[in-house]
């Protein structure tokens, strides 16, 4: 008797808890990374996964360079993750495909109010006509990292956020001294895009329809950019810098300043010795505005994902949780969330074993960023820039020339992508 | 009857064991080839998630007539098969000659020779990256101390295609060890024969090894043509084609149309035309073979 009400009992129970107790739903998010940011999104997924015992992810991460090609057969054979990590320099492409589900309905649902919790450029960068297709959880900025014992060195007081590029090509060339493999360089960094974009010009018309860098705002940035290295001789040549790069060379010691993204302030924390630091971008003198980029990483849901809800707690979760944004910004990321971001918490508080630095330099370009033309499926537009700005760089061809072949070979590239 | 019973088991075991292979052919690559002939007639940008959509021989027409980096990726392919393939050969050669003397401890030096052939091509691009490099590199350090002008290497368009060529010799390893096996094919009566006959060194290469050897040569050549058709790796890691255009070989720009721009049409059609100019080529090289390459069992009217 008594072992059949112990059956009996545990019959019972088994049957009520299953009953009660439903498997947690699988959602599969798709994501880049090199080692340290696939650590650092298994991380934010963990404390995601804590709040959501209902919820499991299954990860997909994969190398930066594989990340396009596996997600575009995913697309393709029409059996993506649920989740999708995207950046808003793809220019609303994937969203234009349909490839993404409209996130609106869902914002509108648990009420949240984007124009006040983000920026409004990574939002706006976010959609494309007539759909909301991301949310952005962090941000990516630029501004100039600057070496102050060069600078006490030179007797030149450090740069600061009044400074237009005739202050920044003064220092550059008082930074400069010395001949041959020890040269110390006042510029070791300066991405092309910045120079197109520093007097004002651009590259692309704002809806991607059409190239337009040949104009003469365009050429003068390209032509400041070109005349750091020939006619000032403050930049390293382009064989000079595949002797030793960018990052090397400042954080040697060996450049005064640099345009470097936020992404960079981890690996410089380490390798660095000199006391550093980073301020704005300078200015356009004449119309006193500043261009930075800013990039942002975002989660977007699938149009065919069956598990839309699941998806959206993880898609909300990334942006908004302040759990997690806070764990972005513990570890040197700029939080999308407004509210972290400019917490003093965030800007005065610093990684363990990480000297202080001007955080608010960054979060400071996310209010006037633009978005680089070279995102997603403009690779190829991205390609063919590169491949004209290398022989400016040379001295192998004029700036006129390399945009005014740029624009042809652009726009014919630009046709193909938007037909 | 007893024989042909163990010939059909025989042959069940046969088409059981080969079958994966076969099969595994068949799938994954007879299909495949099929299937991009379809594709290369196709507009299919895999990016904008649009089905392929047929248009005939367009690929073909928009590559030999509208794209002008398909034939700067010809001109820099030629480039570098013309220098590459028979200075390749002949240090191959050359190696092959000097490793078959018979002294003591040369398969100690014929390890060391074929040793770089075996090391992964990533690593070795990476390597030849710094030996390349401008201001630290091993090879300016030399130039400069002879008081040689140092060119920027990688970083020149003019020089950046040599240095590819230069490099490609570090593979030279492979064709070495073939030569040296056809080295010593060559009956030694032959020249012990010229020998009694006085001929001297140069006339014993010229009239006997070179002859003997040219069936190897032969085989190196047309494998070489082939596999310069086909740079990739090299280039990719150094250079990804730059600067500018210096180094922007065939199937670089084949790759990156397919897996950078997604255009799978289009690179399909060039991987056509590829297969096309190397079949070209090697068939070339067989048909000039009837007057160079001489065979043992041969006889020549």
Partial sequence: ?419 | MHKKKIFSRESVYFHFFISPWFLGFLIFTLWPIIQSIYISSTDWEMQLNVAPKFIGMANYKNLLFNDELFWISLKNTFYYAFGSVPLGLILALILALLLNQKLRGITIFRTIFYLPSVISGVAVALLWVWIFNPQFGIVNAILAKLGLPTPGWLTDPAWAMPALIIMSLWGVGGSMLIFLAGLQGIPTEFYEAAEIDGAKLWAKFRYITLPMLSPTIFFNLVMGIIGSFQIFTNVYIMTSGGPGTATLVYVLYLFQNAFLYFKMGYASAMAWILFVIILTLTLLVIKSSAFWVYYETEVKR
């Fill in chain 1, 1 to 419: 008797m008594k072992k059949f009400l112990v059956v009996l009992c545990l019959g019972v129970m088994f049957l009520v808890s299953s009953v009660l107790y439903a498997a947690p739903v699988e959602i599969r998010y798709i994501y880049w990374g090199n080692t340290e940011e696939l650590q650092f999104r298994e991380e934010m997924i963990k404390i995601f996964e804590q709040k959501h015992p209902d919820i499991k992810v299954i990860r997909e991460g994969n190398p930066p360079a594989e990340y396009d090609r596996k997600l575009t057969a995913q697309l393709t054979a029409g059996n993506a993750a649920d989740v999708i990590n995207m950046c808003n320099d793809w220019w609303g492409q994937r969203g234009r495909q349909g490839a993404f589900a409209d996130l609106t309905p869902f914002v509108k649902k648990d009420k949240l109010d984007l124009m006040k919790l983000f920026w409004s450029f990574p939002i706006k960068s976010m959609q494309s006509p007539g759909i909301l297709e991301g949310l952005p959880y962090i941000l990516k900025t630029q501004a100039l990292f600057y070496n102050k014992k060069l600078f006490e060195e030179a007797g030149l007081a450090y740069p600061n956020d009044n400074w237009t590029w005739d202050n920044f090509l003064e220092a550059a060339i008082k930074l400069t001294k010395g001949e041959g493999a020890q040269k110390q360089y006042g510029v070791v960094g300066f991405p092309t895009i910045n120079a197109a974009w520093m007097f004002g010009g651009d590259v692309t018309s704002s809806n991607m329809k059409l190239v337009v860098a040949n104009n003469p705002k365009t050429l003068k940035g390209i032509q400041f950019l070109r005349d750091l290295i020939f006619k000032y001789k403050v930049m390293p040549t382009i064989a000079e810098f595949q002797a030793m790069g960018t990052g090397v060379r400042f954080s040697t010691g060996k450049g005064g300043m640099m345009i470097d993204y936020s992404w960079s302030i981890a690996w410089l924390q380490q390798a660095m010795h000199d006391p550093w630091d980073v301020v704005q971008l300078p200015m356009d003198p004449a119309t006193k505005k500043r261009y930075p980029e800013c990039r942002a990483d975002g989660l977007a849901i699938y149009s065919q994902s069956k598990n839309k809800d699941a998806a959206w707690e993880l898609v909300k979760a990334f942006a908004t949780d302040p759990d997690i944004q806070k764990y972005i910004a513990k570890n040197e990321g700029i939080p999308a969330l407004k509210s972290i971001a400019l917490s003093p918490e965030h800007l005065n508080t610093f990684k363990e074993g990480f000297k202080p630095y001007n955080k608010k330099a960054f979060v400071d370009a996310v209010s006037y960023a633009k978005l680089q033309p070279f995102g997603g499926y403009y690779n190829e537009l991205g390609t063919a820039w590169t491949r004209e700005m290398d022989l400016v760089l040379l001295g192998k061809e004029s700036p006129e020339e390399a945009l005014k072949k740029f624009q042809t070979v652009g726009n014919d590239i630009l046709k193909r992508l938007t037909k």
